[in-house]
Structures are given as structure tokens and as C-alpha cells.
């Protein structure tokens, strides 16, 4: 029982660092390519979102788990970001313990988190703002908007603005 309030403030201190120290992120050359400004290409959007909170994660993670408007995110998306460890949202469960909550991967029981994705909002044809956060526990989660543009080769995350984070 008294490692109960000790594992809750170690998550919630390791949470308040989980976002906003990386550096912009831009989709890797060895992904293809196909938007451009004028010809936008979602996927490639949520991939660049993607690889900046996977890069951008503090915290210890076997897997990262992925949803885009609520759903598994597709196929086509975690195809693109192989090798990582990224699959659908369904892959993941909450495990309780007492009053905490933690995000599991259902096949190895290790720790995970859980990347989500909304609307994407164009600003312009190269500059848009992306919903979204991460889950990870009972106080490890936040939520904001990703400012995203494109900068002449790739889609990049330049910013992420907290909404929420706990």
C-alpha cells in the first residue's frame, strides 16, 4: 500500500515532462513522399504528428499504441513507421491496480501509451493544426493541437500547444 502514493507522483512527475522539449520532427526521406502544399496528404500529416509524440515520449513505453478520430488508426499510417513498435488503439488496454490506471499492450502486458489524432484543420494548403494527446495512466495524459507545416521536402511538427495535461 505505500507504494500506491509513491508510484502515482513518480508518474505524474515523469508526465509533466513528457511533451514539449523536442525538436521539430520532419516526415524521413525514406518514407515516400506524395503531398506537396498544393496536394496535401492526410496520412503523411499524422505520420509527421506521429513520429514527433513518439520522438517527444519521456517516459518508458514497449509499444506505442495509435488512434485517428476515435479509431484504430490504419494500416496504411503504421505501415509507414515500421520498425517501431506502433499498432492500433486496440491493442492496448487500461490495467487497473487499486486507484491507478495504466496503459497495457494486451499481448505483452508491458507498459504503453496510447497516441490519438483528430481533425486535422487547415490553416493554408501548407501550414495546418492537428488534435491531439497521449494517455498513459491515471495521471499521465494530455491533450493540445499540433501545429504542423509543410517545409518544402515534408510535413513538420512545430509546435505543440497544451490544452490539458495532468
Known amino acids: ?4 502514493p509513491v508510484t502515482v507522483m513518480l508518474c505524474v512527475a515523469l508526465c509533466a515532462t513528457g511533451f514539449g522539449q523536442a525538436t521539430a520532427t520532419t516526415v524521413p526521406p525514406t518514407a515516400t513522399a506524395t503531398s506537396s502544399p498544393q496536394r496535401p496528404s492526410e496520412v503523411e500529416v499524422y505520420e509527421a504528428v506521429l513520429r514527433y ?15 485517428v478520430g476515435g ?4 494500416k496504411t499510417l503504421l ?3 515500421q520498425p517501431l513498435h506502433v499498432k492500433s488503439a486496440s491493442g492496448c488496454k487500461e490495467r ?3 486507484s491507478v490506471m495504466e496503459i497495457v499492450d494486451k499481448k505483452t502486458g508491458k507498459l504503453s501509451v496510447i497516441f490519438d489524432m483528430g481533425k486535422i484543420h487547415w490553416l ?6 492537428v488534435e491531439g494527446g497521449y494517455l498513459c495512466g491515471t495521471s499521465c495524459m494530455a491533450a493540445g493541437s ?6 518544402g521536402s515534408g510535413w513538420v511538427v512545430i509546435e505543440f500547444r497544451k490544452d490539458f495535461q495532468s
Open 146 to 151: 499540433y501545429r504542423v507545416q509543410w517545409d
Open 1 to 4: 500500500m505505500e507504494r500506491l
Open 71 to 74: 479509431k484504430d488508426a490504419s
Open 79 to 81: 505501415g509507414r513507421l
Open 124 to 129: 493554408a494548403p501548407s501550414n495546418a493544426d
Open 53 to 67: 509524440q513518439i520522438k517527444s515520449w519521456d517516459l518508458n513505453a514497449d509499444s506505442y499504441c495509435v488512434k
Open 96 to 98: 487497473h491496480i487499486a
